[in-house]
């Protein structure tokens, strides 16, 4: 059996060569994401099996296991999953682009730029009672625009004469994810009270009160974004290779990166609008998947969206059932599990 599966779309058409066995990896976390979904909308203060669940979504569950599953459960668990494919995905273009690793949309201070933009918006437009005073759906807006503007920040910052240095994008995004914080923590002590604790849990990563309103706007918003990132695997790969071949092999190296530096930053910014500043999912995930189905970003993409699914997925269920009745944020678990990672990240990196 060959080892790769040829695709191609007419004689003079696209052609594509994706490896048999990380295929089968990739469905089989798309099989085991399902399973984890299942399981997860079914635990709770009130318990249901798995096949309950599935029949419950397919609509042939009882009114209380609609209520429970489809109105408080399934908002939830969908937001969830999305926010984590979209970290997931944005940490590995930011790896392949900057070559680096390390690098991650919070370790860059892209994440961060996308906290400072909320908690101004939510400083700004809400009422004493804590009540947004506008639409919350320009709430998602409000975090791409602070992440967006991180990220041209960073990239001036780092840009030398002939482009931006990849290596000089972690420096400095260090900086200005710091310099974000700092913004951060201003405007939570100079508002009102009430937002303090609001922008703490918010901040520290939580999906608590998702409703169906946030699973309309984040789905779309995140489905398009990744279909891009997918198609753009190519030109990742190119990236990966180091400016000099790249250029060698025709590719526009600064536009395209700047490109899929923008194209992260609306993957992050639609994940902090909705699930707040989870970290270290889009830094574990995708060398996750590199150890499962290799480098290529054609398959490396989508593996890590699945894995930073399921990474975000466990831990919020974790954090509303084992500690029940209090709620721990998201990010409590994928930071106890993501900050090791990243210390022997660092080690590895220094014995080479």
């Known amino acids: 059996m060959r080892k790769y599966l040829t695709i ?10 994706i490896d048999r066995k990380a295929i089968k990896i990739t469905l089989f976390l798309l099989c085991l994401l399902i399973v984890a979904l299942l399981i997860c909308a079914g635990l709770g203060e009130t318990n249901i099996g798995p096949w309950q669940v599935l029949q419950t979504i397919v609509g042939q569950g ?19 999953i999305f926010v984590g494919m979209a970290l997931a995905t944005a940490g590995a273009i930011l790896q392949g682009v900057i070559r680096n690793p390390l690098a991650s949309p919070d370790i860059i201070g892209i994440t961060g730029g996308a906290g ?16 947004l005073m506008v639409s919350i759906n320009w709430l998602p807006l409000s975090a791409f625009i602070g992440a967006t503007v991180t990220a041209i920040l960073v990239y001036l910052l780092s840009w030398k004469k002939g482009g931006v240095a990849s290596g000089h994008l972690v420096l400095v995004g260090i900086g200005i994810s710091a310099l974000a914080k700092a913004i951060t923590t201003f405007v939570t002590l100079m508002g009102p009270i009430y937002l303090a604790s609001q922008a703490n849990i918010w901040l520290t990563g939580s999906v608590y009160g998702s409703n169906w309103q946030d699973v309309s706007i984040l789905v779309p918003w995140t489905i398009a974004l990744m279909t891009i990132s997918f198609i753009l695997a190519r030109t990742i790969n190119v990236q990966e290779l180091g400016d000099t071949l790249a250029v060698g092999l025709g590719s526009a190296v600064q536009k395209k990166r700047f490109f899929l530096i923008l194209l992260s930053t609306g993957l992050v910014g639609g994940a902090v609008a909705f699930g707040g500043a989870v970290s270290f999912v889009g830094l574990i995930s995708p060398h996750i998947a590199r150890r499962l189905v290799g480098s290529s970003f054609g398959v490396l993409l989508p593996a890590s969206a699945i894995i930073g699914a399921l990474l975000v997925l466990i831990a919020d269920t974790i954090g509303r059932t084992v500690f029940s009745p209090i709620e721990v944020p998201a990010g409590v678990f994928t930071a106890a599990v993501g900050a090791p990672y990243f210390i ?3 080690l590895k990196s220094r014995k080479v």
């Open 8 to 17: 191609r779309s007419g004689k003079k058409g696209i052609s594509y060569l």
């Open 344 to 346: 022997f990240l660092v």
């Open 62 to 80: 009882n009114a209380s296991d609609q209520l429970i599953v489809m109105t408080f459960r399934m908002p939830r668990i969908l937001v969830a």
């Open 116 to 131: 400072a933009a909320v908690v101004l918006f939510l400083a700004l437009f809400s009422n004493s009672s804590g009540a």
